[in-house]
């Protein structure tokens, strides 16, 4: 139902531009991800979109409806844009209990007792939290807070829910957990999720798109696997997977055939898939997911020495010197490499992406060949 | 436990400085506020020199005849206890619902809206609390008295020729609204403080649960805040209900009489007996307060977790409002702190009150050689010697109890903190806060009795300069202990223990890592000694001797012979200096009168 | 452990403490002071080596009286100016205290002094030889120094003839919230006027002018007629002021007359009255009231037991006396030497044996015995 809609959507405080011209559309039952370094704008991001933060500019539709319009000065307060918000810290009432938190918003909308009696039980038992229904907030630990704060925003029956950055109080473990959870919940409630966060495998791991911003600009907004694939500039390349992408300098060296120049006196050939524009001598960025770089006795394209090598078990992370460039490569399987060997690589699988040194972005894909 | 262990436990535990530190002050703080108090009770029930001829005992022999007449003989009770008792409760309770409510407001207004002027007004709105309490009520009168004392008409009716109502002039409206507005800036301190650091996601969760902004008020915002209003509430209670200048000014053209009022004369007059009961009613009611405070804070919903990311707080927007809001409170402050001022200056130039042509002004109140027709030939407060006396001692007065009541208050809020939950931290803790709820003028008497003798190694400090400082310093300890506490708190104990890990000793760990690192707050701790010692009166004025005079009794000296220019011109000094030194301190290290009272 | 070591250190300290209250109200024994005589010359010559003088004194005009006598003998004078309750209590404590402090005062409130100061022997007299037969023989024990005078002064502006003749008008309810009154509880010698209306003298006298006023005997609801009429004038709604300099500002400053029905009036001290020219006030003195026109109160010269300098204190106390002695008070009016030699501001004030027969005199004795149930007395009515 709930379809969510930013046009043109900036924010300035001060003099600090937090937002500049952000176009979004967030379907109905999506899960977005609002992602980025701290300071990149998501959150303002979110509390604009919740009503908590009133834009400078832009217009903001929820459901085909407009909530705000700095044009027609319309700003609809967030109680009635009928959305719920999970925050950081939690935002429990300390003079309440676990029961009176998430029994208020049903109060409000002028529920019978029995009814919000149902509904918080209900509600209890989702998050398997019923035996703490009479204690203090400052009586239950990070996860329980974190699972009654869930709780208190489901309450009403929110179309859309928005969180900020809700796991990041809470350790590793109990982080996993609350993913699944929250994937469950995504499914059972049927509802809109806009997430933030500055977790890169959070946003991969849940969401169904993702929407990449840094300094206040939206740099993609895809399928976080699209984004994996195909990022759209440097940084987003960099900014998801883990380890993180090679990204190579290097210059084209000649055109027909493609065949770059890189550091340390590297050649490696390039067979575009899409049709792209070079000019001999164009400064170029190669980037090279790690497990893509596999390491080959023969039929090796190039040739690198091994510089450490951290087993894990499921993969090892080796790290390479090809040339004069640094590269990441992850072996699957429980294998260990000695350091300091010389080795051949290869980048036969996968595909490619090119992008311009000057502006960053992408200019295309291809596949990596021997030159 | 066998003897070596206990011997070892011993051993380890007076090793640890702060032990140390909790001990000595349990026994000094034990001495210097349990034996007052004991004393205390001791003379509500013996005959001193003035009463020997209607008690018809011996000096000093045991007696029930104060009890007796305080509480048991009909309309001489009524009139010396039960009345001035009942008009204190009412003037402290009123003035401080005035206090929060006019302090709540201006710092819910600060804190959280976009109103404008905020530097202005959060700088301008601490004046009234740094002016001694009396002077404010000496503007009212400038302002509105009427022809009921006869004299020249107020300047309100001047201005607007309405004459006031007696009930607006003198008595209970007035002395609520002075003192009210003299605590306004406490509660402003202590609210703003909660505000600050409550999360503004709890009440934006309310808002998103479809709370409109009354229930969210009611529901949310409120009970958060309220154990901090009520801590507020009771310390405003206990400050006004030992206020003693605001009414015997506003109060006795009317005829209205407090507790206070009431304890000064027998105190000072033939009855100490009677005086000593009301202090120690004083101090009953005070303790009670403590303990309802400690139980409303320390109660199960620990209220201890409201300090969230306050980057996060989004301030309510006053939209068309903001404008005329801000205009108004400006208004209000430029009229409740910026002309008092202005009348203390206007009216030190003024020969005969009420003209104000320009051939009446006159500097003879401040350079004149002293005129043996005005005021008894005295010079004017700038080439007056006894003046300049005043200022140096008030300086080295407030200078030596904020260096004093500053770093023991650091001392005990670090040791305390540091043993947080043991019964000697609790019992000190106790004993640091206790002075505050001694009325100032009670506990000026004790000390004067308690060390108007020789006691074991401490000389016969009457008439001396040291017995201020110890006084002072014991009386302002419960601001610098609270700000002590608070830095402590804020402190992460493993900073400290970094330190000794790498063998660094515990003087040098204090000076250079614990107090650098916690400043501005602790330099906070400091201030508010030095503020409050400047402004002071009633904990002095019995105090004082010829040699050791300070300001404030030298302004109450001339406020009560009337000669008013000088009262004024010295008015405006304190305020001048208390306020200058407060903005330099707070310009070179950051610290303020908020930041020491802080969340307590 | 700890419990038992903080249990010892409490029970330690509270043993210490009793022990200290216990030593607390045992006043130190004066030694009684032994008055040798010896001539004017052998004073000055044994005050010149004692060098100094301490005096502590309700006036503030004492320290310009100190520059003359510094001025004239050499001697120098370490003057502090208080207030009458803390002379009282500091002589007092400092006596208990052992504590050498002033080598005379010069104070007022007769009720207290001599009940608590002279009686334990912490005070003094001493009468110089030299006035003995100058001073009357009435003010000489204890010595009164200087008399001061408060009387009912009226707002004089455009008012022929004191429209004051009777005290019994202040209780008319015609003449409701009218009189201005310092608060008695604020200065001893207020109070001690209100003792001394109840004495059998004044009452019987105050009886009398209620007849003449009503033309009807009194009926009493109090002990005497001197209560009847303290009763009477605060539940007439006098205005109880702060200073004398503030009641006489509100007397008198002018334009008042024309909008009330009777001017102002209050009863404070007369010297005051110099406002009339100096602050430009309309003052003047009603001297003719029955059955008295306000009252008088000195101020007494009395040595200190523990004098450190008695002879240089002796010779002060005679300086004051002197005409340069009295000068800070003689230059202005209201206050009145015990030496008649000593001259009077003839513009504005008359000679104390002009005023006497109008006022209310201190008897010390009587008011120590009295006081306090008078103020209890005041105290049901003045709130």
């Known amino acids: 139902m709930p379809k969510i809609e930013l046009k043109h959507v900036t924010k300035r405080f001060g003099k600090f531009l937090a937002v500049d011209d952000l176009n979004m559309i967030i379907d109905d039952r999506a899960f977005v991800t609002l992602l980025g370094p701290s300071g990149c704008g998501k959150t303002t991001t979110l509390r604009m979109i919740a009503g908590l933060e009133t834009p400078t500019e832009g217009i903001i539709t929820i459901n085909d409806k407009i909530v705000f319009s700095s044009e027609d000065g319309i700003d609809i307060p967030p109680d009635k844009r009928d959305v719920g918000f999970l925050f950081q810290n939690y935002a429990l009432w300390p003079h309440m209990t676990v029961y009176k938190n998430i029994a208020f918003g049903l109060e409000n909308l002028k529920w019978s007792k029995d009814d919000i009696n149902k509904r918080v039980v209900e509600l209890l038992d989702m998050l398997k939290i019923a035996e703490f229904s009479h204690r203090y907030p400052s009586e239950l630990s990070g996860g329980q807070q974190q699972r009654v704060a869930i709780a208190r925003t489901l309450a009403t029956g929110p179309k859309a829910l928005f969180m900020d950055e809700p796991l990041s109080n809470l350790d590793a473990k109990l982080r996993m957990e609350m993913r699944t959870e929250l994937k469950r919940l995504h499914r059972e409630t049927d509802s809109t999720f806009v997430y933030v966060t500055h977790d890169q495998l959070e946003a991969m791991t849940l969401s169904s798109r993702v929407c990449l911003m840094k300094n206040g600009y939206m740099q993609q907004y895809a399928p976080p696997l699209d984004v994996y694939r195909r990022p759209i500039n440097t940084f987003t390349a960099d900014f998801v997977g883990s380890p993180n992408i090679n990204l190579i300098h290097g210059s084209v060296e000649s055109v027909s055939p493609l065949v770059f120049s890189l550091p340390g006196d590297i050649k490696l050939g390039f067979d575009p898939i899409e049709k792209m524009n070079l000019e001999v001598g164009q400064k170029i960025i190669l980037g090279i997911r790690p497990e893509h770089v596999a390491i080959a006795e023969d039929a090796s394209m190039v040739e690198a020495t091994i510089l450490s090598s951290l087993p894990s078990g499921m993969e090892t992370i080796v790290q390479l010197k090809m040339g004069d460039s640094h590269l990441h490569s992850v072996i699957f399987g429980d294998l260990d490499f000695d350091v300091e060997k010389k080795v051949g690589l290869a980048f036969t699988s996968g595909k490619f992406n090119l992008f311009d040194e000057e502006s960053t972005n992408n200019l295309g894909q291809g596949r990596l060949k021997k030159a | ?600 | 452990m700890k419990k038992l070591l903080a249990c010892a250190l409490l029970t330690s300290c509270m043993v210490a403490s009793v022990f200290a209250t216990g030593s607390k109200e045992e006043p130190v024994a004066a030694p009684a002071p032994v008055i040798e005589e010896m001539s004017h010359d052998e004073l000055v010559a044994r005050a010149k080596e004692e060098g100094k003088v301490v005096v502590y004194a309700t006036s503030s005009r004492i320290a310009k009286a100190a520059s003359a006598f510094t001025a004239l003998y050499g001697i120098e004078v370490e003057s502090s100016n208080l207030k009458d309750f803390e002379l009282i209590e500091k002589v007092a404590k400092e006596a208990q205290a052992g504590v050498v402090g002033s080598d005379f005062v010069l104070a007022q409130d007769a009720g207290r002094l001599v009940g608590e100061l002279i009686e334990p022997g912490y005070l003094y007299n001493y009468v110089p030889p030299t006035l003995k037969d100058v001073v009357p023989v009435a003010m000489q024990n204890p010595l009164q120094v200087f008399a001061i005078n408060k009387v009912f002064i009226y707002n004089d502006e455009n008012v022929e003839g004191s429209p004051y003749t009777n005290i019994w008008q202040f209780a008319d309810p015609k003449y409701a919230s009218l009189l201005q009154f310092k608060n008695p509880f604020q200065e001893g010698v207020n109070a001690n006027f209100l003792t001394m209306c109840t004495s059998d003298e004044w009452s019987a006298k105050i009886a009398q002018a209620y007849k003449s006023y009503y033309g009807k005997d009194i009926v009493l609801t109090t002990p005497n007629a001197g209560y009847e009429w303290i009763k009477a004038i605060y539940n007439n709604d006098l205005i109880v002021g702060t200073s004398d300099t503030t009641i006489a500002e509100n007397v008198g400053i002018k334009g008042q007359n024309a909008k009330r029905e009777n001017p102002p009036v209050g009863l404070f001290v007369y010297s005051k009255a110099r406002y009339a020219t100096s602050k430009n006030l309309a003052l003047k003195p009603a001297m003719e009231m029955e059955p008295f026109s306000g009252f008088y109160y000195s101020l007494y010269a009395l040595m200190s037991s523990s004098a450190a300098h008695p002879h240089a204190a002796k010779l002060f106390i005679e300086f004051l006396f002197s005409e340069a002695g009295f000068a800070p008070w003689g230059a202005d009016c209201g206050t009145y030497s015990a030496n008649p030699n000593n001259p009077i501001q003839e513009d504005i004030d008359f000679p104390f044996a002009t005023w006497q027969p109008l006022l209310v005199e201190e008897d010390g004795a009587f008011c120590f015995d009295n006081r306090a149930e008078v103020e209890e007395f005041l105290n049901q009515y003045i709130y």
């Open chain 2, 1 to 600: 436990m066998s003897a070596k262990s206990r011997l070892n436990n011993f051993k380890s535990f007076i090793k640890k400085p702060h032990n140390i530190i909790l001990i000595v002050l349990f026994v000094v703080l034990g001495y210097l506020t349990l034996v007052p108090l004991m004393t205390i009770i001791v003379d509500t029930f013996s005959v001193h020199s003035s009463e020997a001829r209607f008690v018809k005992q011996p000096v000093g022999s045991f007696t029930l005849y104060h009890w007796n007449k305080m509480f048991a003989s009909g309309v001489t009770s009524q009139k010396t206890f039960y009345e001035p008792f009942l008009n204190t409760m009412v003037v402290a309770f009123l003035s401080c619902v005035m206090a929060i409510a006019v302090g709540g407001f201006f710092a819910w207004t600060v804190t959280r809206t976009n109103i404008r002027c905020k530097g202005f007004i959060s700088t301008v709105f601490v004046f009234p609390y740094i002016m001694p309490a009396w002077t404010l009520a000496m503007a009212w009168l400038n302002f509105f008295r009427n022809s009921r004392v006869g004299g020249a008409p107020g300047l309100f009716t001047v201005f607007t020729g309405i004459e006031t109502a007696n009930w607006f002039a003198y008595g209970l409206f007035p002395i609520v609204i002075v003192q009210g507005l003299h605590y306004a800036p406490f509660a402003y301190i202590l609210i703003g403080g909660i505000l600050r650091n409550m999360d503004a996601n709890l009440e934006e969760a309310a808002m998103l649960l479809h709370a409109n902004r009354w229930q969210i008020t009611r529901k949310i915002t409120l009970p958060i805040v309220k154990p901090a209003l009520l801590s507020t509430f009771l310390l405003v209670f206990s400050s006004t209900m030992s206020a003693f200048a605001v009414p015997a000014f506003l109060g006795s053209p009317v005829r209205y009489q407090v507790l206070t009022t009431q304890m000064f004369r027998t105190l000072n007059g033939m009855n100490p007996g009677y005086g000593y009961i009301m202090a120690l009613i004083m101090i009953v009611i005070g303790v009670g307060i403590l303990m309802l405070n400690q139980w409303i804070t320390g109660r199960r919903k620990s209220y201890t977790t409201i300090t969230g990311k306050s980057s996060n707080i989004s301030l309510f927007n006053l939209r068309k409002a903001r404008t005329p809001l801000t205009i108004v409170l400006v208004t209000v402050l430029v009229m409740v702190a910026i002309l008092p001022l202005f009348s203390f200056a206007l009216e030190s130039f003024i020969m005969a009150p009420g003209n104000y042509s320009f051939s009446n002004f006159t500097t003879e109140f401040w350079i004149g050689a002293g005129r043996a027709d005005i005021a008894n030939s005295e010079p004017g407060i700038l080439r007056n010697p006894s003046i300049w006396l005043g200022l140096t001692n008030s300086l080295k007065l407030s200078v030596i109890v904020s260096l004093i009541a500053g770093t023991v208050g650091m001392l005990a809020g670090y040791s305390i903190a540091k043993r947080r939950g043991s019964k000697l931290s609790t019992w000190v803790n106790n004993l640091t806060f206790f002075p505050y709820l001694m009325p100032s003028m009670a506990f000026g008497a004790i000390f004067l009795s308690m060390f108007a003798v020789r006691r074991g190694f401490i000389p016969a400090l009457y008439g001396s300069f040291w017995l201020l400082v110890i006084v002072g310093s014991v009386k302002y300890l419960p601001f610098a202990s609270r700000s002590g506490i608070n830095a402590m708190l804020q402190l992460s104990g493993e900073i400290e223990e970094a330190g000794t890990i790498m063998g660094i000793g515990w003087f040098k760990r204090m000076t250079r890592i614990i107090f650098p690192i916690q400043k501005t707050t602790f330099i906070s701790g400091y201030l508010l000694p030095f503020i409050s010692c400047m402004r002071e009166l009633s904990l002095f004025i019995l105090l004082v001797s010829p040699s050791t005079r300070i300001l404030t009794t030298l302004l109450f000296q001339y406020n009560e012979k009337g000669w008013n220019q000088y009262a004024n011109a010295i008015n405006l000094m304190i305020v001048v200096i208390v306020v200058s030194f407060n903005l330099i301190v707070n310009k070179l290290t950051g610290a303020s009168i908020d930041k020491g009272i802080g969340t307590n």
